[in-house]
């Protein structure tokens, strides 16, 4: 049963929806202000994603349902949960215009990174990698986020608009023509 490529429950894709739940539970602990555990959430969902790829081609489970599959899991984890811990931690004491600023740049992102996720599924045949992506892989993108969030929970740059200007340009790098190596 874990095993059975045609089974929905086989265990690679037992493991994506894994990184599912992780991404769920982060947002709440975000929405709740909790963002080290948002973060240890995350990091367990990037070793999932990791895992459940690894683990589809070592015991040929790869399936069109399962790049799917992946695919939102990788939206949930990589798109929205790193964009509601960037956005909540930098706006928690701004204005309303500059909250509503910066969630028309967050909505931006997810909406870039769920063209980035649709574009690549319409290009991906099962079972097999590609040497290089083309574009910043949304698992790429979350760590760039994770990285401006540091900035600002370590008083690097504090300017919530500074923000918005790199998140608009790893935005944009998602759907580049970037060559991005395959790891």
Do not use: C
Request: glycine fraction near 8%; aromatic fraction near 16%; hydrophobic fraction near 55%.
């Amino acid at each position: 049963m874990l095993f059975d490529k045609d089974n929905r429950f086989n265990l690679a894709n037992l493991i994506t929806f894994g990184n599912i739940a992780a991404g769920l539970i982060a947002i709440h602990f975000i929405v709740h202000g909790d963002y080290f555990t948002a973060i240890i959430l995350a990091w367990i969902a990037g070793g999932l994603d990791i895992a459940d790829g690894k683990v589809a081609r070592k015991y040929k489970l790869s399936t069109e349902f399962g790049i799917q599959v992946d695919s939102y899991a990788d939206f949930i984890s990589f798109v929205v949960m790193p964009s509601f811990l960037l956005y909540y931690a930098i706006t928690a004491e701004s204005s309303g215009l500059t909250q509503l600023l910066l969630g028309l740049v967050f909505i931006f992102y997810i909406i870039s990174g769920l063209r980035r996720l649709i574009e690549f599924n319409m290009k991906s045949e099962e079972g097999t990698v590609v040497k290089y992506f083309e574009g910043v892989p949304t698992p790429l993108g979350a760590i760039l986020l994770w990285v401006l969030y540091l900035l600002f929970a370590y008083g690097v740059v504090v300017n919530p608009y500074i923000f918005a200007v790199f998140v608009l340009a790893i935005a944009w790098s998602l759907n580049s023509k970037m060559k991005i190596r395959h790891p």
